[in-house]
């Protein structure tokens, strides 16, 4: 069995994507991640603790963007580049981490090779207030987040009152 998690920064200084990578690993899964790294200093794949990292490189990844469609741009291509990465890997699970960002490629590859998607939420979705000054693209992630969730086997969160918010949010189904 073959897990490829997706998060965009960089794996090895994400204590929570470790953790979760290695605990797989020594249970016997193979273990892939696909991460976005803002410096080359090294292979664009490496294997660290009996785990498969592949890399994005994007320089300017870290760095704010005065221009919001030059941040689109960097979110698109993104996208394209973990979700070729993702399909590639032969995963038979997809797991998104952290936040809505990694979603979306996680989705797609999903979809495309009909693999299951589990979304790991660090954070709530989308509870950034810089979002509340968009309304119209506030509803359309929140529509978008909708969509993926409900194609998720499963969703980890970090504590049941989140783990409620999903599922007021969205019909899923809750373990006993």
């Given at each position: 069995m073959h897990i490829c998690m997706h998060v965009l920064a960089n794996a090895r200084d994400d204590v929570r994507v470790m953790?979760?990578?290695t605990a797989l690993t020594a249970a016997g899964y193979q273990?892939?991640?696909v991460d976005v790294v803002s410096a080359r200093h090294g292979p664009a794949q490496e294997t660290i603790q009996g785990i498969l990292m592949r890399h994005i490189y994007l320089e300017s990844w870290s760095t704010p963007s005065r221009i919001k469609i030059g941040f689109l741009?960097?979110?698109?291509?993104?996208?394209?580049a973990a979700m070729l990465l993702l399909i590639r890997s032969r995963a038979n699970i997809y797991h998104a981490h952290s936040d809505f960002r990694e979603l979306p490629a996680c989705y797609l590859a999903s979809l495309l090779t009909r693999k299951p998607l589990?979304?790991?939420a660090h954070e709530l979705p989308l509870s950034d207030p810089g979002l509340d000054r968009w309304?119209?693209?506030?509803?359309?992630?929140?529509?978008?987040?909708?969509?993926?969730?409900r194609h998720c086997i499963a969703i980890i969160t970090v504590s049941p009152p989140w783990s409620m918010s999903y599922t007021n949010a969205i019909p899923v189904p809750v373990p006993p």
């Open positions: 953790r979760e990578a273990v892939s991640v741009f960097k979110m698109l291509y993104v996208i394209s589990v979304f790991d309304s119209l693209l506030k509803r359309l992630a929140n529509g978008l987040l909708k969509i993926m969730l």
